[in-house]
Nanobody, 115 residues
Framework: QMQLVESGGGLVQPGGSLRLSCAASGSIFSIYDMGWYRQAPGKQRELVAHITSMGITNYADSVKGRFTISRDNAKNTVYLQMNSLKPEDTAVYYC?????????WGQGTQVTVSS
């Protein structure tokens, strides 16, 4: 069974950058499609970025051109580079793994964008 652990969240000023990491264990990482989701207070969880097992990416319109998702299969890790952060990016960010039969989530990491 896949286990996911996110890290890299924190407090950053508007316009700043953060890189989130999600370390996977317990299964064959390379076969999973991976995603980053976020949930702000009082809002539904939403997809931020997604990368398939083949490396194809897609992004929410709100983060296109600012966020980049990548994966390192040798390190069993997926990353989310976040640049030009805005207050509306404030949320708990969750890592997700999906292989067509199983759907796994990390515990989340808080990102706060504030001056």
């Amino acid at each position: 069974q896949m286990q996911l652990v996110e890290s890299g969240g924190g407090l950053v000023q508007p316009g700043g950058s953060l890189r989130l990491s999600c370390a996977a264990s317990g299964s064959i990482f390379s076969i999973y499609d991976m995603g980053w989701y976020r949930q702000a207070p009082g809002k539904q969880r939403e997809l931020v970025a997604h990368i398939t097992s083949m490396g194809i990416t897609n992004y929410a319109d709100s983060v296109k051109g600012r966020f980049t998702i990548s994966r390192d299969n040798a390190k069993n890790t997926v990353y989310l580079q976040m640049n030009s952060l805005k207050p509306e990016d404030t949320a708990v960010y969750y890592c997700n793994a999906y292989d067509g039969s199983g759907d796994y989530w990390g515990q989340g990491t808080q990102v706060t964008v504030s001056s």
